[in-house]
């Protein structure tokens, strides 16, 4: 076979050589160890939990070395595109901390390495197509995508389960001889009636044989030598991922690829890809794909369409961006808390990310820890800044709300001040959803009383209560004065204004001292539970204070 002339009918356009090619292409000039890693997803407008982990790994290992760090945007299966959903995404990571060097960036395309969308790359996947042919490494083949389709479906049916593997890999075996016995003037027949073709992999390699591999993430792997003659180029001339994957990391000067361990079974395809076409292999980190429990606690794989699989679900949930960062350090590398805990007020841009602490076998997702770590994230933030998201998040999802919340920005600022700072500071919240529901209750719109006073006490004691406590209020009084008034209600009324003494003899006593706070508690808070109710007095004021506690007595 004359491949140069098979090469020719086949790519007739495709002129320039590799060589030409790749001056375009020069080697990136970085300091020693620095690496050059991408997020390389499909545009479907839908933005997975999960993809958070491989482009998180890749940015902290590219801006970590001093590297770089890219978005290539694979639209090579144009049937799943979504207009615009490239400029989404770049928005959404960026929210979560995910900045792009090149590619499509928050300042538009930026890059020496471009085009960073495979659709656009077409003419230089061509080139090493050609190259391939010319050296015998690839051929065409003309079965139409349907027939190819068709193949494919039969293979997934219940038949699977009796096919005669002995006999399928035959089948498959003639199959590929016949596919790769196709002569020139077959190739001229075809072309010549204007039918497409998809053009293979000559494969050459024995399954019998073994490939050693490292894999940064899952450690050393062993796996058969690709024999299968998989396709390069579809019949649209547009790259499989495989094909797109090798030309696009050479090109780019990746050093390290970083994806879901879904393509592991693809790996002895890629290492045959790779050294056919002459490039260094780059370094790979296959990570383990996100779990969740089932109703049952089976781990199942947290699918499309499971709550939290959609990025965009966590800022309308109220999860703000630095929680589900923090949360996604957690479960990224195992020494993370403990760095943090150690360190509680750094970003977690400045924890050193190591590749050796990631999970081998899969990080297990859960609402839980992701809330408790977020109530650390929120309480830690400044009463400012925890005003400036709530608002944002209001603005977009309860409008009502964040008007109230702008009408007195200083006024919202001292009740999210409320047990702030310090050792211990207030965990009320794991998101900005919740803070309504906290602090409703110093807005007249929304202050509504919503516990139940405690059956043991009767009306006319709580009444007592709180016209006594009403009676004596002096707004002047600082926490403690303000406490001991409340003992002196206490008294007054027949309970005992020391617990401790109290649990000595309940029968001597209607109840304590932390009974009359809970029911001024609920008559100024509507609740049972309340930051702390001195303090919410003092920022209420004395006159909607009283106004609360005599309208509650009024409906008791
Ligand atoms: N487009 C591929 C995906 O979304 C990218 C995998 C890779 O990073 O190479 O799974």
């Not at 349907?146 to 389960?161: I, S």
């Not at 709530?390 to 009408?407: G, I, Q, R, Y």
């Amino acid at each position: 076979m004359d491949y140069q002339l098979l090469a020719d009918l086949l790519f007739p356009s495709v002129t320039k050589t590799r060589e030409e090619l790749e001056k375009e292409y020069p080697a990136r000039s970085l300091p020693e160890g620095a690496k050059v890693t991408r997020f390389a997803p499909s545009p479907t407008g839908f933005v997975h939990f999960g993809g958070l982990f491989p482009a998180t790994v890749g940015e902290r290992l590219a801006h970590q070395s001093g590297g770089v760090f890219y978005l290539r945007i694979e639209d090579t299966d144009a049937k799943r595109e979504v207009p615009g959903a490239a400029e989404g995404l770049v928005k959404t990571l960026a929210n979560y901390g995910v900045n792009f060097d090149e590619g499509m960036t928050l300042e538009g395309e930026k890059g020496a390495y471009g085009p960073y969308k495979q659709s656009l790359r077409r003419d230089i996947y061509h080139v090493y197509a050609k190259e391939l042919v010319v050296k015998g490494l690839a051929y065409p083949c003309f079965s139409s995508e349907e027939d190819l389709e068709a193949l494919k479906q039969v293979n997934k049916k219940e038949e699977l389960k009796n096919t005669d593997w002995t006999e399928a890999e035959a089948q498959r075996k003639a199959e590929q001889d016949r596919a790769r016995a196709i002569t020139l003037e077959e190739v001229k027949e075809h072309l010549s009636k204007g039918e497409p073709f998809v053009l293979r992999l000559l494969s050459g390699g024995d399954k019998d044989k073994k490939v050693r591999f490292t894999d940064l993430i899952k450690g050393n792997l062993e796996f058969p030598e690709n024999d299968e003659d998989f396709v390069l180029l579809k019949s649209d001339g547009i790259p499989t991922y495989h094909f797109a994957h090798a030309v696009d990391d050479h090109l780019m000067g990746t050093t390290h690829v970083i994806r879901g361990e879904e393509w592991l079974p693809s790996l002895a395809k890629h290492v045959q890809l790779f050294t056919f076409l002459g490039f260094k292999l780059p370094k790979y980190m296959h990570i383990a794909q996100i779990m969740r429990l089932d109703e049952n606690g089976n781990k199942k794989k947290l699918s499309k369409r499971d709550m939290g699989a959609n990025l965009d679900d966590y800022s309308r949930m109220g999860y703000c961006a630095e929680s589900v960062c923090e949360y996604v350090m957690t479960l990224l590398n195992s020494n993370y808390e403990e760095w943090h805990a150690k360190n509680p007020e750094l970003p977690y841009t400045d924890f050193p990310f190591s590749i050796k602490k990631m999970s081998v076998s899969g990080c297990l997702f859960d609402f839980d820890k992701l809330n408790d770590v977020s109530k650390n994230v929120l309480s830690r933030m400044t009463a400012e800044h925890v005003y400036d998201l709530t608002l944002a998040w209001a603005k977009e999802n309860d409008p009502d709300f964040a008007e109230l919340l702008a009408s007195d920005a200083v006024y919202a600022t001292s009740i999210l001040s409320i047990g702030r700072g310090g050792k211990k500071p207030r965990k009320d919240f794991a998101r900005l959803s919740e803070v309504k529901d906290y602090m409703g209750f110093f807005y007249d719109e929304l202050f509504e009383i919503k516990d139940a006073l405690p059956e043991q006490f009767s009306k006319e004691d709580v009444k007592a209560c709180i016209t006594d406590f009403t009676k004596n209020y002096d707004e002047s009084l600082d926490n403690t004065g303000w406490f001991d008034s409340v003992k002196g209600v206490a008294e007054r009324q027949g309970f005992c204004p020391d617990v401790k003494a109290y649990k000595q003899s309940p029968e001597s006593y209607k109840g304590h001292v932390g009974d009359v706070s809970s029911f001024i508690r609920l008559a100024i808070t509507g609740k049972l539970n309340s930051p702390d109710l001195y303090t919410v007095m003092q920022i209420l004021g004395k006159e909607r204070s009283l106004a609360r506690l005599d309208a509650f007595t009024q409906s008791l």
